[in-house]
């Protein structure tokens, strides 16, 4: 093929791909879709392989692929143009039953020729708590609704009774009638521009290209690796649920153009729905893989080659059936991906090439908290924080995390604004805020994470509940690198008002200590916001990189200035000592002195 | 090995044998744990410093790895008691 047409070919892919993203988010109405970007477009060959990877939670490009390839497997002979798969089953494709997957076959002259597929956590699944993460779910079958693959259009025709009856199944079915809408919309429309690529070029034009395109990244991804060295790195993040810890162990082995994650040694499967089945580990290691180490590689099939998992059944990384799995994305997937993105950036920081591609880890943690209730309108609202996509950015090998900056898995993700969330429930926020202290010290700090505080606000019924799946409030999961610190660990705090009735203003200089009340540490399971209670969530920082001591004094004096470090951590952790705003810098490098003396003053390793 | 003259950022790799990147000093083999050749110092994460690791749970772990010969902090690890290091290691050069 000529080197001309490829590279249209490749980029008319793409465009779909934006154009499908596109669609699904005006069809749309849900907050967690439109503000916070939990989505995922794709495009699949016509075996069901991946094509294109495109943009929103990249956890979702490999399993929505093995969902393509078991409808392919469930309805074979029986797969027709304008027809449209829904599965949701997690021991079969789904990472959990919240988070959908529309999957399109797309014909050109009656035969099939690529797919097209698409999520997003729909507004309710029916599970035992709303909104679909189910901490108080002991199995799947809890979990709500969960199909292996069922055919929701038929010919471009809506199979009514088939809506009707999943619908029938969960809270809110107007909104979700609308999340299905959306994906469908999303998914019609990159069928259509996939068959006018196919119209323009033959389809056996676009599928030669599609082949090199699987090929040249199979090719490209193989010769980075060789670049890297050889060697083994290690990971291992800890859950913590319910006063019970679990581990995720890593050991990634590079050995020439092969990468093999090995998770044996992770803990059993947890009686609690953190646990994770194999196709959702396996996105969660290439959630990070993609965009660290193929940033300027087409996300396909080529990139999975080389790459193997290795994840002990029976374990929190590979569950069995009935295990529950709805807190999976913010449980042990993205202890996956923390883990991996852990031992890809020790990996790149062994490398001269690539080291300043190196990260610490981002964002380690989600806090799912779903609000629901009664709101100031009379109607009954579900939704997320989605603070939690907010993010921090891991401190890099020439630079600072970013603060609040997203998280790696999702390119797009973002949160909404506090108005958007006030209009929906009736709630007001005290404050949101970058958190001082979140980002994990380090000659590079990781970027802050944030903090908020929510109270009931105009509630016809005195407030709302929340689900709340909040592990790694003992743990750090932002891990450092090369002497950076952790991010800090989530913080949950139901604040609790006085009985007297008394009212302590609330500024957002105060943060949680000025809101008056009985503080009560909550994490996992549903909770009231009611009356004069406030609601309190601190979210992580990103890793730090290298040795606090380390960094430019003036920066510390920067970040205590902006409010990002406390004056307490400069001089304990970072060995800076202020007066009057200014660096002191013969008190700092006799405060940096007595650090390293300390250090060498300890008892020898083992 | 492939040529490569480092394990991360703090430390090198000088003629096969992992060194502080910072003052030079021998950290043993680059294909064996250099960890074991390091001050190694295990504090309650709420000692790490500053109120936000102050969590208020017991048991949680903040290993410091430091270099003997400079004190430059080499590596941090989150940790429970008794669990094993975290170990980076380099292969034998084919």
Redesign the interface.
């Known amino acids: 093929m000529d080197p001309m047409t490829f590279s249209i070919i490749r980029h008319r892919l793409f465009r779909i791909v934006d154009e499908a993203v596109i669609t699904l988010k005006h069809v749309s109405g849900s907050a967690i879709t439109n503000e916070g970007h939990d989505l995922m477009v794709s495009l699949y060959r016509a075996d069901g392989t991946l094509l294109m990877g495109g943009v929103g939670f990249l956890h979702h490009l490999t399993s929505a692929a093995e969902a393509c390839k078991s409808i392919i497997r469930r309805f074979e002979g029986d797969i027709h143009e304008g027809d449209i798969f829904l599965l949701n089953d997690p021991y079969t494709a789904a990472l959990h039953t919240s988070d959908i997957y529309l999957v399109s076959p797309i014909h050109h002259e009656g035969r099939l020729v690529a797919w097209s597929a698409c999520f997003v956590h729909v507004y309710d699944i029916g599970a035992v708590n709303p909104g679909g993460f189910a901490p108080q779910a002991p199995d799947i079958y809890t979990e709500g609704f969960s199909s292996p693959g069922i055919r929701l259009v038929a010919g471009g025709e809506m199979r009514q009774d088939v809506l009707d009856t999943i619908l029938n199944m969960v809270r809110s079915p107007e909104m979700v009638t609308l999340d299905l809408r959306s994906m469908i919309a999303c998914n019609n429309v990159a069928r259509d521009r996939m068959q006018s690529l196919m119209t323009k070029y033959g389809a056996k034009e676009v599928d030669g290209a599609c082949a090199e395109l699987v090929n040249q990244s199979e090719d490209l991804f193989r010769a980075r690796l060789r670049e890297l060295?050889?060697?083994?790195?290690?990971?291992?993040q800890?859950l913590?649920v319910n006063g019970e810890?679990a581990?995720v162990n890593l050991t990634m082995t590079k050995?020439d153009d092969r990468l093999i994650f090995d998770f044996s040694g992770s803990d059993p499967q947890s009686p609690y729905s953190i646990n994770c089945t194999k196709w959702a580990s396996l996105g969660g290691l290439f959630a990070p893989l993609f965009p660290l180490l193929c940033y300027d590689i087409t996300w396909n099939e080529g990139v999975l080659r080389p790459v193997e998992m290795i994840a002990p059944e029976g374990s929190i990384v590979n569950c069995t059936r009935p295990a529950p799995v709805s807190v999976a994305t913010v449980g042990a997937i993205q202890s996956v991906n923390n883990a991996a993105c852990s031992t890809i950036g020790?990996m790149l920081?062994?490398?001269?090439k690539y080291?300043n591609q190196?990260t610490a880890v981002w964002h380690a943690n989600h806090f799912a908290i779903f609000k629901f209730g009664r709101n100031q309108k009379g109607g009954d609202s579900i939704g997320i924080l989605t603070e939690t996509f907010a993010g921090a950015g891991g401190a890099r090998?020439f630079a600072d995390g970013v603060e609040i900056g997203g998280e790696i898995p999702n390119p797009i993700s973002r949160m909404a604004n506090v108005e958007t969330v006030e209009a929906a429930f009736p709630v007001r926020y005290l404050f949101r805020r970058r958190?001082?202290?979140?980002g994990g010290?380090g000659e590079y700090r990781g970027g802050t994470g944030g903090e908020l505080a929510l109270v009931p606000h105009k509630a016809p019924d005195g407030g709302i509940n929340y689900v709340i799946s909040g592990k790694g409030?003992?743990?750090?999961?932002s891990?450092?690198?090369?002497?950076?610190?952790?991010g800090?660990?989530n913080?949950y705090v139901w604040v609790k008002a006085p009985e007297d009735g008394a009212n302590t203003p609330v500024t957002a200089a105060g943060g949680l200590d000025a809101i008056s009340g009985t503080q009560e540490?909550v994490s996992w399971g549903v909770y009231p916001l009611m009356g004069r209670d406030a609601l309190y969530v601190?979210w992580n920082g990103g890793g730090g990189?290298?040795?606090?001591?380390?960094r430019d004094p003036e920066a510390v004096r920067s970040d205590v200035a902006a409010g990002l470090?406390?004056l307490?951590?400069a001089g304990?952790?970072y060995g800076v000592a202020l007066r009057d705003g200014a660096v002191d810098e013969t008190e700092t490098m006799a405060k940096r002195k007595s650090i390293?003396?300390a250090?060498?003053q300890?008892?020898?390793?083992? | 090995?492939?040529g490569?003259?480092?394990?991360?950022?703090?430390?090198a790799v000088k003629e096969g044998q992992a060194v502080c990147a910072a003052c030079g000093h021998d950290l043993g083999p680059a294909t064996k744990p250099w960890?074991?050749?390091?001050?190694?110092?295990e504090i309650p994460?709420a000692q790490?410093?500053?109120?936000?690791?102050d969590?208020?749970?017991e048991g949680?772990l903040?290993r410091?790895?430091?270099c003997?010969g400079?004190?430059?902090?080499?590596?941090?690890?989150?940790?429970?008691a008794g669990?094993p290091a975290?170990?980076?290691?380099?292969?034998e050069r084919?």
């Open positions: 060295p050889d060697g083994q790195w290690q990971s291992r800890y913590d810890t581990r050995k020790k920081g062994a490398s001269e080291r190196s090998s958190a001082p202290d979140s010290p409030s003992r743990h750090p999961m891990e450092g690198l090369a002497g950076g610190y952790p800090a660990p913080s540490r601190r990189h290298g040795d606090p001591i380390v470090v406390t307490q951590s304990d952790i390293r003396s250090r060498l300890q008892e020898a390793s083992e | 090995m492939s490569q003259d480092r394990i991360s950022a703090s430390v960890k074991d050749h390091a001050q190694r110092r994460l790490a410093g500053g109120q936000a690791y969590t208020g749970h949680v903040l410091h790895f430091y003997p400079c004190a430059a902090l080499l590596d941090t690890e989150t940790a429970m669990d975290l170990d980076d290691i380099l292969a084919g």
